[in-house]
Structures are given as structure tokens and as C-alpha cells.
């Protein structure tokens, strides 16, 4: 059988590859649109949800492969990779991908907008336009039949229809129907500015973190299955997720002399939004609210920006962007940080030291009105840094980038490009540390980044501490940047400090480099009673460790090794490979921590299969060994005397290989599994029994009641599937499929595509969850679907699952058995199987744990479970299943279920939010002012400044504090004058800007004098 046609890579005839090339003359007489606002971290498909769809030709790839992703070298005009072909220095499609469908279906369907902005330019020829998303990225896809009226300047919203997938040989698709797309950095909508990004990080496409593999990996994600969320009409539920409102009042600058002003804020209503939400210095305040305006609680002085965004049935939109005004103390003097009034002619900075690349913003007054000024670094002879446009009152604020340049103080100088006049402000560059990447096995190369440090330097890098094992010296340039490749070394597996000191300045930063887990054998191969060798770096020291041979979750195997990390975090033994049939068999190392990496062993002899364990129900877990075939011939299996082939699998260099997966739907009774080479016609069989009730591989415990993973859900503030708002502390929990309580929405009866077939419990919607460590228990309605899935109704029958019942179910998965569980044993359950041996959800994520619950946090600390512990086991019970009344339920575990009023806090109580790296937590997290708390946090930069704010990070901070060589530190912090109710306490480092907060809740009080 060919190879499907969705596999092919694009051939390019001379012709097409100068057509494709000359795109953007096409629009190049045309003037420049103004972009929409949009937001290049808010991308989808460009094609409806529902069937898979796969990458044909993914990042990086060679004109010596006959592939087209790759950028022009400027200089010479050839192909990077090559320097075979000629190329226009515009041509930058390195981080490009192609797409279709998975079952080859591709021509025809429909192309629809993944994004919010303004088109560019359109090119029929080759079915291409540019998307402007008007922040300096742009959108590109190519190889489509474009809409009829499509033109340069046409705003576009995410979802709308662009055309469909150009038929074999249109659209300039070489004959093979697909849809090219490319994401650019660009200063005029990706016309001739162009610099490929890979579709990462911020930037994920429809949630999938595309990063790039390195430079020397080729046709990167070729193959990886892919699903789409995006819909004709933006998304599931009608209309499309709303732009970012407009904002009207106060306009950006305005200042207010009154003493703890409250603030009206007023914005333009938002077409097909619903309701609205204002965030004031990235703090998110009130509630999501019809009305286009809002009035705030009384503001201390200070600067204040402020944000509004939208949402309706279809999602939240991007925040708009931030405007400015200021809250001066009584008699109008300016507090610390904000543009002084009209007039004075003074600058300040939003912060006053950082590293090389932070971003600050400059906030200036008393230049001519309308002027224009220019910002400069350390001199007005240089060429400026970036220009600001003043406002009627002369007052501006622009945002800009810390230039490369050496530690200490230096000025930034805003000159009036009119009135000539100037004035300046002092930033401290603090030094830095970079590396990439930044985690991996010890030996990997690193490339280490110093920046801020003197001029002309030597900046010495050493492991741990000041005084630890040298890494290796860079010499700075005369900016005091300068990058050198270290070897990363060997020792505990986790987040390892570094840390780098200039010689003569004596300036020193910080950093963490992540040691990864290794484990190799050699040989990896050979017959029973060859010696191998086996070698760990990266486990923790000093911890026992025990290797076993073909160890299964159904088999401990046999101990081959055991013995004592060394302190450097290696190990190594050798052992004499056990007498056993030829296959593919796991080499599992152990360590008393837990920490576990596999090798796979082939061993060598006649052909021959086995099964392990040798019985089993349907939905079982099973491993199979097969061995003596030949070198990577495939393998077919089937059952009995079938012709269906049940699975495939290609056998090594050895003829051996190893297939993961669960027993399909047979008839109770002994089954032969046979194997048969396609090439050399070798066969094997083995036995397998299956058996009536068994729960192998399954979580069920009795009827109704499983043991399974749990997490915390979190997400205070966020909606639930059934439209509930989040509070602290909410009592409910999460599955990941639909039910009546957390699907209302959905037909029952019906099986949906993304939602599955809901599962009917009436009014008792309704699990026990039991903390098998204290017996603790409590009961909670279903609100919410999740995690992981949509569609794993784990609880049900294994003939009714959904995930048994797809058109691409691979492995059948018994009742109990929940699909993070199967997903985390490396089984495809209908989805895919990642690059890292790891199941893919029908939501498109690899599975990041063995979660099947989610507990709102008030449940999960009414069962006694750590609330910074993340997750756990416990014993749910689904009352549908075992017929209890769940009002009964609640009261046999002592509470009462679906309660969701906030319990009042004990002194012991721990509250947090993590932002970015930065943890905060506090001692008490309610009381009246003048009460006290501790504020305790972690992972800010070692050394530096903490200011400790209320509500807000601008005026007088409550208290500071230094972290220590850690990244930790501790405060005492009184409480102030404050309103009833929740408030944040904000905890910032004054050199990283590492931010977290913990909420505060203020209880009433009554003071008398005298007593």
C-alpha cells in the first residue's frame, strides 16, 4: 500500500517556487491598511473543529529533501540549510508548517479565519493572503480557493470564512491539497518585513506549543496529529470571541488632585460582547458587568493604568490596551513614579533598575504640546531609541527596551524634537544571566548568555555557589555582553543554581539550569547471558536505586542491580542478560524517591511472542514481546485465525519489538495472538485468556467506586461549564465528561463529537470523595468537565465509553480505566502518541498526569489534603452508580454537599497565586487592620529587593524584604486602613519584576477610646 497522499512532501516546479516567491509584489503599490487590533497570542486553525488533522511537512526542512520550509540567507541568497537554492531575501519560511486532513479529505473543506486583524495582501495565484494582526506579527497562509471580495485592508475576525482548501494542482499546491501557514514578526503586515517564529510559547497554535527542536532537526512535527477548536462562528456556541473594547475616559494622561478619588472609567460598547471586566495595574477588579463604565473604589496616589476586556458564550477577548492616569496627594505633588503635572518638566521611570531587555515605560510633561520627543540612551549624539508623541498638555508615555549595555547607572534623555527642551531620568542596569537551553542530561551543551556586566570582562561561571566547580569564563563585549558554551554537569536531578561574576566589576547575577534524568545500556541488544552495562546520571544522591528486568504493570520483573546513587547523582553496574525468550523487554531502573526511567533490551534467538500477564479482561492492560523477526520488518498481529490485523509494529535492528496495549472485545475463553513478518513471513503465537471480571489496568474497587488521581482545581474567578463562578474555597468537582449537572447544555441522547454522550444522573449528580489516608470525606455536586478531557466518561461500562467507541479507537479501555491513566502508560487512546511515548487527549494536550478529577479547593481541604500539595489519590464514588442519596451522603461524611459559602479561615489557613516562578503564601489570610500576617514567598532572584504592596504595586510599599541565596524570603506585615472584604497582597522583585500575591480577607472592627 502507497504511502497516504497527506505524507508527501511538496514538490515545487521552478515556476511555482518564483511565483510563490514574488507574492508580495502584489501588493506593494498598495497602501499600508491600518491594522485591527488583535493580538498575536490568540491563534487557532484555519479550519473548523471536528475530524484530525495531521502535519505533512512540518519546521525546518531542505530544497536537498525537496521541501520548501526554510529561510533565505540575506547575504548570499541561498537556502540556509544548503546553500543550494537560489532564494529572496524575503523568503522566510523556516517555522512554517503544512496541514491536512488526516484521512486525506483535505480539498474542499473549508478555510476559516484563525485570527483577529487586517488583511495585508491577497495572492489568487497561490491562494495566499497576509493577516496584519496589528502588533507587529502577521498571519500568512497560502494554497487555498480565497472568497470572492477578499482585499488588502479588510478587517477579519477569527472564524470568519477566508475560502477553501484549493483542489489538487490549484492554489499553487503542487498537486497535493493542503494549507500552508507561517506566523511573522514584521513592521508592515508581513509585505517585505518578515522574520519566521515558530508557533510557541505565547504564541501556541489552538494550544498546541509547537517550539523548535533545534537547528539541526528536520521536518519537525511531521506526522503529529492535530485537532482544531476554532469554529465558522469564532467559536462553539455562536458568535465570535469579541475584540478588545475601545477606551473613552480618562484618556491616557489625565491626572486627579482629590484625596482617595473613586474613578469613573468609561469604554465603547464592543460588538456581539456581553459583558465586560476592568483591570487596573494587572490586578484584576470587579466583577464582569453589562455596563460600558465603572467606578472604582477610592485610589491611593499614584500612577494607575487601566485595561478593559470583553467576553460572550464564545469566550473572553484580549485585554485593550493600557491607558494611564495619575492620583497626586492632597496640594497636587506628585507621588513617587508618575508624570509630574503639565508644565513641569521632569521624566520618571515605571521602574529604576533592571536587566538588559526588561521593558519599562517612561512617563514625561512639559514638552510643547503635539511634539514629538526623542528618547536617548546616555547621549543625545546617539541615534534615539524610540520617539513619543506628546499630548495636548505636553505630556507623553512611551514604552521601551533596556538596550544592550554595561551594569551601573545610566540616563535616559528625552529631548522635545520642537521646543529643544530636555530632561532625564537614571536607570541601573543590573546584570543577567541566559542560557539555552535551559534543562537536559549532564553533558549537554549550554550556551550561557552574560549581559549588564562590565565592559571588556571576564565573567567567571561557577555551579551552586560562588565558590562551586568553574563552568567557564566569557569575556564581555564592550556593552558587557558575551555568551559561551558550558557542559552541564553532572549531579541532583531538578533546578540546579549558577551563578556568574565579572572579575573587575564584581557584578554578579544569577541563574538555574535543570538536570534531567538519563539512563543508557550497552549493549541494547544480544543473547541471553550477554553482559550489559548500565549507566544513570541525573538521579538523587544517596538515594537506593534497583534495576529490574522486563518489569510491567503487571510484573515486577527480576532484580538484575541495586545499589546507592552516588553523590554526584550516577550510577552504574553491570548483569548478565536472563535466560528468556527472543523480544523486546523494559529495563526499569528504580530509586527510592521514585524517580523511574526505562531502557528497552532486545534480546536475540528464534521467532517467538509472548503476553504478559497471560490473562486479562477487555480493556485490559497487556505488553507483548516479539523477537527473532527480521531487522525492521513490520510485524502484523491478529487474533485466532483473523486476517484483521489488530496492530502493527516494526521491529528493530535486532528483529525485536514491543507493543503496548489493551485486550479488544473477545468472548470470554483462551484466544491465540499471532504474529507474522511481512517481509520474511516469520510467525509466532502465544495464548492469551480472557477473562469474565477482572479489573487489570482499571481503578474499580467495588460498585460505583473507583481509586483514582485527583488535583486542586483552583481557578478562583474563572466560570465552570454550567456557568458558575469560581470563589475561594468553592466546594465541587471537575470530570473530564459531560454529565445533566455540568453539561446542561448539551442534548441528551445524543453523541457529540467534542462532548461525548452525556451521562444522565438526574438530580444526583452528585461523588463522595474520601482521602484513603485520614477517611476524611465530603460530597460535591459535578460542575465542571475536565481535566484533560471532554469526553472521558471513565465511570461508564467499557461497551459504552466514548473512547471505546471512536472512529479512531486504537486500544479499548476498561470501565475505570481512565484515559490519564492509559495516556500516562503510553497507550494511543484514539488520539496519538506524542514524541515522548506519552497518549494524547481529545483536546489535543499530552496528558501531564494521571489526573481524572478535579476538586474545587474547598472540598479538597475538607478531606484534609495539603492545599499546596497539587494532587493526590482518593476514592471517589459516583452516587449514580452506587444508589445513595447524596443528601444522606453529606451527612454520613459530616457536611453538607454543594455548599459554596466561604468558611472563615483559620490562623492556619494558606492562601496563593503563582506568577510566573514568584509563590507567595500567607500565615493568616483574614483579620482586622492592625492585625498582623506573614508573608512567606519563593522563587524570586537571589539577593534582590522585595517590596510588599497592598492592592496594587504603585506608592508606599507595606514593608520590604531581601531574598536570600534561594530566591526566598519572609515579612511581618500590618495590616492598613481598609474596606471590608477580599484584598490582595502583592509581593514584587524590585530587579526581576517576579510577582506573586496571596488574597487578604478584612473583617469589620469596632475601636473605642477610652475603653
Not at 458564550?313 to 497636587?332: E, H, I, M, N, Q
Not at 554537569?489 to 566589576?505: F, I, L, M, Q
Not at 514568584?918 to 517590596?947: D, K, M, N, P, Y
Request: proline content about 6%; glycine content about 14%; hydrophobic content about 35%.
Amino acid at each position: 500500500m502507497g504511502a497516504p497522499q497527506f505524507w508527501r512532501p511538496k514538490r515545487w516546479s521552478i515556476l511555482t517556487l518564483v511565483l510563490f516567491l514574488l507574492t508580495p509584489l502584489a501588493a506593494a503599490l498598495a497602501p499600508l491598511p491600518q491594522p485591527a487590533t488583535a493580538n498575536h497570542t490568540v491563534i487557532k486553525m484555519p479550519f473548523a473543529s471536528g475530524a484530525a488533522w495531521t502535519v505533512g511537512q512540518g519546521y525546518n526542512t531542505s530544497p536537498l529533501n525537496n521541501q520548501t520550509h526554510y529561510n533565505c540567507d540575506p547575504v548570499t541568497l541561498k537556502d540556509q540549510p544548503s546553500q543550494t537554492a537560489s532564494c529572496r531575501a524575503h523568503y522566510q519560511y523556516k517555522w512554517s508548517m503544512d496541514l491536512a486532513r488526516a484521512d486525506g479529505n483535505t480539498a474542499g473543506q473549508a478555510v476559516i479565519s484563525p485570527v483577529n486583524g487586517t488583511i495585508r495582501w491577497t495572492d489568487p495565484s497561490f491562494g495566499g493572503l497576509s493577516i496584519d494582526l496589528g502588533d507587529g506579527y502577521a498571519y500568512a497562509l497560502f494554497h487555498a480557493s480565497l472568497a470572492p471580495g477578499l482585499a488588502a485592508g479588510q478587517p477579519v475576525r477569527m472564524g470568519q470564512a477566508l475560502g477553501s482548501v484549493a483542489p489538487p494542482g490549484g492554489g499553487g499546491n503542487g498537486g497535493w491539497p493542503h494549507l500552508h501557514v507561517t506566523l511573522w514578526q514584521t513592521t508592515d503586515g508581513g509585505n517585505w518585513s518578515r522574520n519566521a517564529v515558530p508557533f510557541s510559547g505565547a504564541m501556541a497554535m489552538d494550544g498546541y506549543n509547537f517550539v523548535s527542536l533545534g537547528e539541526t532537526s528536520r521536518d519537525q512535527y511531521r506526522g503529529r496529529q492535530i485537532f482544531s477548536t476554532n469554529s465558522p462562528s469564532g467559536t462553539p456556541g455562536g458568535a465570535a470571541i469579541p475584540e478588545a473594547p475601545g477606551l473613552v475616559s480618562p484618556a491616557t494622561g489625565s491626572g486627579f488632585t482629590a484625596t482617595d478619588p473613586a474613578i469613573r472609567l468609561s469604554w465603547d460598547p464592543e460588538p456581539g460582547a456581553s459583558e465586560y471586566q476592568v483591570v487596573l495595574n494587572d490586578t484584576t477588579f470587579g466583577s464582569w458587568q453589562s455596563a460600558t463604565s465603572y467606578t472604582t473604589n477610592p485610589l491611593a496616589a499614584g500612577q494607575w493604568a487601566w485595561q478593559v476586556r470583553a467576553r460572550n458564550s464564545s469566550g473572553t477577548g484580549p485585554l485593550s490596551p493600557k491607558w494611564v492616569f495619575w492620583v497626586y496627594a492632597p496640594g497636587g505633588a506628585p507621588g513617587d513614579g508618575p508624570t509630574p503635572p503639565a508644565g513641569t518638566l521632569a521624566m520618571t521611570l515605571s521602574a529604576t533598575s533592571g536587566g538588559v531587555g526588561v521593558t519599562i515605560t517612561a512617563n514625561g510633561a512639559g514638552f510643547a504640546a503635539n511634539e514629538r520627543v526623542d528618547l536617548y540612551w546616555d547621549a543625545i549624539s546617539t541615534t534615539p531609541m524610540a520617539s513619543a508623541t506628546a499630548n495636548a498638555s505636553g505630556g507623553f508615555a512611551r514604552s521601551l527596551t533596556v538596550p544592550e549595555t554595561t551594569a551601573g547607572n545610566h540616563n535616559l534623555l528625552a529631548r522635545g524634537a520642537v521646543s529643544a527642551r530636555q530632561t532625564s531620568a537614571v536607570f541601573t542596569v543590573r546584570p543577567s544571566l541566559a542560557r539555552n537551553p535551559v534543562e537536559g542530561f549532564p553533558g549537554t551543551a549550554i550556551a550561557v548568555t552574560a549581559r549588564g556586566f562590565g565592559a571588556n570582562e571576564r565573567v567567571q561561571l561557577n555551579w551552586q555557589t560562588e565558590s562551586g566547580p568553574l563552568l567557564g569564563n566569557v569575556t564581555t563585549s564592550a556593552r558587557g555582553t558575551g555568551t559561551v558554551t558550558i557542559t552541564l554537569p553532572a549531579g541532583a536531578p531538578g533546578w540546579n543554581d549558577y551563578t556568574g561574576v565579572g572579575v573587575t566589576s564584581g557584578a554578579r547575577a544569577w541563574g538555574a539550569l535543570r538536570i534531567l534524568s538519563s539512563f543508557s545500556a550497552s549493549p541494547t541488544s544480544g543473547s541471553p547471558g550477554t553482559s550489559i552495562n548500565a549507566s544513570l546520571q541525573g538521579f538523587p544522591p544517596g538515594r537506593t536505586i534497583s534495576l529490574a528486568f522486563n518489569k510491567t504493570l503487571s510484573g515486577a520483573g527480576t532484580t538484575v542491580c541495586s545499589g546507592t546513587v552516588a553523590t554526584n547523582g550516577s550510577y552504574s553496574c553491570a548483569f548478565a542478560l536472563p535466560s528468556i525468550a527472543a523480544g523486546s523487554y523494559p529495563l526499569v531502573a528504580t530509586a527510592a524517591d521514585g524517580t523511574t526511567r526505562t531502557v528497552n533490551i532486545s534480546v536475540t534467538g528464534t521467532t517467538a511472542l509472548s503476553v504478559s500477564p497471560a490473562s486479562g479482561g477487555v480493556g485490559s492492560d497487556a505488553t507483548i514481546s516479539l523477537g527473532g523477526f527480521a531487522a525492521t520488518e513490520t510485524i502484523n498481529l491478529t487474533w485466532d485465525n483473523g486476517t484483521t490485523v489488530w496492530t502493527s509494529k516494526v521491529a528493530d535492528a535486532s528483529g525485536a519489538a514491543a507493543v503496548r496495549g489493551t485486550i479488544p472485545t473477545l468472548s470470554t475463553g483462551a484466544h491465540t495472538l499471532r504474529a507474522r513478518g511481512v517481509t520474511s513471513g516469520r510467525t509466532a503465537s502465544a495464548t492469551f485468556t480472557v477473562q469474565g471480571a477482572t479489573q487489570n489496568g482499571g481503578s474499580m474497587i467495588g460498585t460505583g467506586t473507583y481509586r483514582i488521581t485527583a488535583t486542586r482545581e483552583g481557578l478562583v474567578g474563572g466560570r465552570t461549564s454550567n456557568g458558575h463562578i469560581i470563589v475561594e474555597n468553592d466546594r465541587f468537582v471537575s470530570l473530564p465528561a459531560c454529565l445533566a449537572s455540568n453539561c446542561p447544555w448539551l442534548a441528551p441522547g445524543v453523541r457529540h463529537e467534542t462532548w461525548g454522550l452525556r451521562t444522565e444522573c438526574g438530580t444526583n449528580c452528585f461523588v463522595r470523595v474520601t482521602n484513603p489516608t485520614t477517611n476524611q470525606c465530603a460530597v460535591a455536586e459535578v460542575w465542571d468537565v475536565g481535566p484533560w478531557h471532554t469526553n472521558d466518561d471513565w465511570w461508564n461500562t467499557t461497551a459504552n465509553r466514548t473512547l471505546n467507541n471512536l472512529p479512531t479507537t486504537v486500544n479499548v479501555l476498561t470501565q475505570g480505566y481512565t484515559g490519564a491513566d492509559a495516556a500516562r502508560n503510553g497507550l494511543d487512546i484514539g488520539y496519538g502518541v506524542s514524541r515522548n511515548g506519552i497518549g494524547i487527549s481529545n483536546k489535543g494536550y499530552e496528558v501531564g498526569n494521571r489526573a481524572a478529577l478535579d476538586i474545587g479547593d474547598g472540598t479538597w481541604r475538607d478531606i484534609g489534603f495539603n492545599f499546596f500539595a497539587g494532587s493526590g489519590t482518593v476514592v471517589v464514588a459516583m452516587l449514580w452508580q452506587t444508589g445513595e442519596d447524596h443528601t444522606a451522603a453529606a451527612r454520613a461524611c459530616g457536611g453538607s454537599p454543594g455548599a459554596t459559602t466561604t468558611p472563615a479561615p483559620t490562623a492556619t489557613a494558606t492562601a496563593t497565586v503563582v506568577a510566573g516562578a514568584a509563590q507567595v503564601s500567607l500565615s493568616a489570610v483574614s483579620g482586622q487592620v492592625g492585625s498582623q500576617t506573614t508573608l512567606s514567598g519563593t522563587g524570586f532572584t537571589a539577593g534582590e529587593l522585595i517590596r510588599v504592596f497592598w492592592d496594587g504595586t504603585t506608592g508606599t510599599p507595606l514593608t520590604t524584604a531581601t531574598a536570600d541565596s534561594g530566591g526566598r524570603f519572609s515579612a511581618v506585615v500590618t495590616l492598613p486602613n481598609a474596606r471590608f472584604g477580599n484584598h490582595n497582597v502583592i509581593a514584587r522583585g524590585a530587579s526581576s519584576a517576579k510577582q506573586g500575591s496571596a488574597r487578604f480577607s478584612i473583617r469589620p472592627s469596632l475601636a473605642r477610646t477610652p475603653v
